[in-house]
């Protein structure tokens, strides 16, 4: 069957079936192809280890995140029988907000839920597709506004254009950066920030997670004391919030102590939020 006289599915149900390659159940360890609901997908990653697999290594949510684009086509079956094709960003965005819940139940609101490091469903990634209504750009000026203590190396857009970034402040005590979303506000639930690309030293150590909405009272939602996380270039470190059900429009992570080198420079190459959004 010609993939283009498939019907298009823009909101996938949990009950709706993809083909996928089963690592584990293969015979003589090859993988064997078998289908499955979104919902059994879902639960391979619902509670996903630090390299982004549930506890079998199924690994099927990260190769969806980094081989597909987003415009690329997954052929699946319906809960009719009806075959479909469904873009990887339909999908993605099917799933979270099947799964995802808002812990305030305002109306109209978007769950951006944490799935894996580096996934395209966070708040600056859905900034960056307009809402998921273009394709991806860099969200600074058009959706947010990244700022800084000071700059000493590389320019704020770099913290979230999903590029390999050397950013740094300079080694001045409570450097920061900040991200301000233009319209509507976060209920951040997970936050991910991602060591520079090239450098093997400096990695942040001591930091705040803060929320505003004045950009003048800043309230804590995570604090880290001594996180020894980031250990490697490019590498990604996720936490998750559970400080407050408020919603804030300004966002900063705030330097609070020395470096892995015994220095204040606030060293980044990206950062990302998660959570409940009301535009």
């Given at each position: 069957?010609?993939?283009?006289?498939?019907?298009?599915?823009?909101?996938?149900?949990l009950?709706?079936?993809?083909?996928?390659?089963?690592?584990?159940?293969?015979?003589?360890?090859?993988p064997?192809?078998?289908?499955?609901?979104?919902?059994?997908?879902?639960?391979?990653?619902?509670?996903?280890?630090?390299?982004?697999?549930n506890?079998?290594?199924?690994?099927?949510?990260?190769?969806?995140?980094?081989?597909?684009e987003?415009?690329d086509?997954?052929?699946?079956?319906d809960?009719?029988?009806?075959?479909?094709?469904?873009?990887?960003?339909?999908?993605?965005?099917?799933?979270s907000?099947?799964?995802?819940?808002?812990?305030?139940g305002n109306?109209?609101?978007?769950?951006?839920?944490?799935?894996?490091?580096?996934?395209?469903?966070?708040?600056?990634?859905?900034?960056?597709?307009?809402?998921?209504?273009?394709?991806?750009?860099n969200?600074?000026?058009?959706?947010l506004?990244?700022?800084?203590?000071a700059?000493?190396?590389?320019s704020?857009?770099?913290l979230?254009?999903?590029?390999?970034?050397?950013?740094?402040?300079?080694?001045?005590?409570?450097?920061?950066?900040?991200?301000?979303?233009?319209?509507?506000?976060?209920?951040?639930?997970?936050?991910?920030i991602?060591?520079?690309e090239?450098?093997?030293?400096?990695?942040?150590?001591?930091?705040?997670?803060?929320?505003?909405?004045?950009?003048?009272?800043?309230?804590d939602?995570?604090?880290?004391?001594?996180?020894?996380?980031?250990?490697?270039?490019?590498q990604?470190?996720?936490?998750?919030?559970?400080?407050?059900?408020?919603?804030?429009?300004?966002?900063?992570?705030?330097?609070?102590?020395v470096?892995?080198?015994?220095?204040?420079h606030?060293?980044?190459?990206?950062?990302?939020?998660?959570?409940?959004?009301?535009p």
């Amino acid at each position: 069957m010609e993939i283009s006289k498939l019907k298009t599915l823009t909101t996938p149900s949990l009950n709706d079936v993809l083909p996928i390659l089963d690592i584990n159940g293969g015979v003589s360890g090859k993988p064997i192809l078998r289908k499955i609901s979104l919902q059994g997908i879902f639960s391979l990653i619902e509670f996903p280890s630090d390299n982004g697999s549930n506890s079998s290594g199924f690994v099927v949510p990260t190769i969806i995140k980094t081989i597909a684009e987003s415009g690329d086509y997954f052929i699946g079956i319906d809960s009719t029988g009806t075959t479909y094709k469904i873009t990887k960003a339909n999908l993605l965005a099917g799933l979270s907000n099947d799964t995802g819940s808002s812990s305030t139940g305002n109306t109209g609101g978007v769950t951006l839920s944490f799935v894996s490091n580096g996934d395209a469903n966070g708040l600056f990634y859905y900034l960056g597709r307009q809402k998921n209504t273009t394709a991806w750009s860099n969200p600074h000026g058009n959706g947010l506004t990244v700022s800084a203590s000071a700059v000493d190396n590389g320019s704020v857009d770099q913290l979230c254009n999903r590029i390999g970034n050397d950013f740094w402040t300079p080694s001045v005590p409570n450097s920061w950066v900040s991200f301000y979303i233009l319209s509507g506000k976060l209920n951040c639930r997970h936050y991910s920030i991602k060591s520079r690309e090239t450098h093997t030293d400096y990695y942040p150590r001591n930091w705040k997670l803060q929320g505003s909405n004045d950009n003048s009272n800043w309230v804590d939602l995570d604090t880290q004391s001594n996180n020894a996380g980031l250990s490697s270039p490019a590498q990604w470190l996720s936490l998750p919030v559970t400080a407050t059900n408020d919603y804030y429009s300004y966002f900063r992570i705030l330097n609070t102590g020395v470096s892995s080198s015994n220095y204040y420079h606030l060293c980044l190459g990206e950062v990302e939020l998660y959570g409940s959004y009301a535009p």
